[in-house]
C-alpha cells in the first residue's frame, strides 16, 4: 500500500534521512520504532510531502507522491496524527470530529458513530473544548478526527508520549481494534519500543536517519539490540 523508495531527506546542513527504505503492505500495523531524533517524525511528514524527499520516490497504492502537495496527498486516503495532537483547543470535541470529516467532505454521521463506539469518553466530552481534554482524551480525539477523514492509512507519531500506562494500553488497543476491524492499515512511530512492538506485525528501527534493523514485532523484540537500546536491557 505504501512504499518508501530510497528516501533522502534534508534540513538545510542536517541529512535526517539517509537512503530510507520501508514498506506497509494493506491491513498491516508497522511500527518504526527510534530513539529522540532519529527522524521517524521526518519520515512521516516526508510521506506527507512537507517537506519533500529530496532524493528517491513514495509511492501510496503505486502512484507516486513524492512531489504532490500534501493537501492532495491527504485527499488520497491518508490521515496523520502528529506528534503533540495538535487538536484545535478553543474548538469543542465535536466542532474538532467534525473539521475530520469536512476535509475530506464524508457525511459526518456514520463516523461519528464510529468514533465514538471506539471512544466513549469523547461522546460524553463532546461539547467540551478541546484544549481542556486530559492528554489521553486530546489523542483519542486527535485519532478520533483522523479517523472522520476515513483513510485507508493511518499515520501516527508517538501516540503514547507523556501519557500513563493505562490510557497508552487503551490507545494501543483502539489501533489494534481499527486494524481489525475496519481493515485500517497503520503506519506508527513510537520510541515506546516495546508495546509498539508487540501491536505490530512488523516494524523497522531507525537509528540516525537510516534504517537498520527490520523484522516481525516479535522478531524485533527478541534482537538483543532491540532489547538494549529500546527496552531498558529488559
Ligand atoms: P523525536 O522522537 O525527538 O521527535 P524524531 O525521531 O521524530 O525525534 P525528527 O524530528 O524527525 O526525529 O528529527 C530528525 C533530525 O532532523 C534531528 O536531528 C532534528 O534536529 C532535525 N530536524 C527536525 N526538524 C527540523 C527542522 N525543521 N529544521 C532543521 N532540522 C530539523
Known sequence: MLAIEGVWTRYGAVE???????????????????????GKSTLLMTICGAPQAQKGRVLFEGRDITRMPTHEIMRLG???????RRVFPRMS??????MGAQVAGHDPKPLLDQVFALFPRLEERQAQ??????GGE?????IGRAMMSKPRLLLLDEPSLGLAPLIVRQIFAA???????????VLLVEQNANQALRLAHRGYVLVNGRITLRGSGQELLAMP???????GGG
Not at 489501533?175 to 492499515?185: A, F, H, M, P, Q
Open 138 to 142: 486530546q489523542q483519542m480525539l486527535a
Open 16 to 38: 535526517a534521512l539517509r537512503d530510507v527504505s520501508i514498506e506497509v503492505g494493506q491491513r498491516e500495523i508497522v511500527t518504526l520504532v527510534g530513539a529522540n531524533g532519529a
Open 93 to 98: 470535541v465535536m466542532e474538532n470530529l467534525l
Open 175 to 185: 489501533i489494534r481494534d481499527l486494524n481489525e476491524k475496519e481493515g485500517l492499515t
Open 129 to 134: 473544548r478541546g484544549g481542556t481534554l486530559s
Open 225 to 231: 539490540e532491540v532489547r538494549d537500546a529500546y527496552l
Open 78 to 84: 491518508l490521515a496523520q496524527v502528529p506528534e503533540g
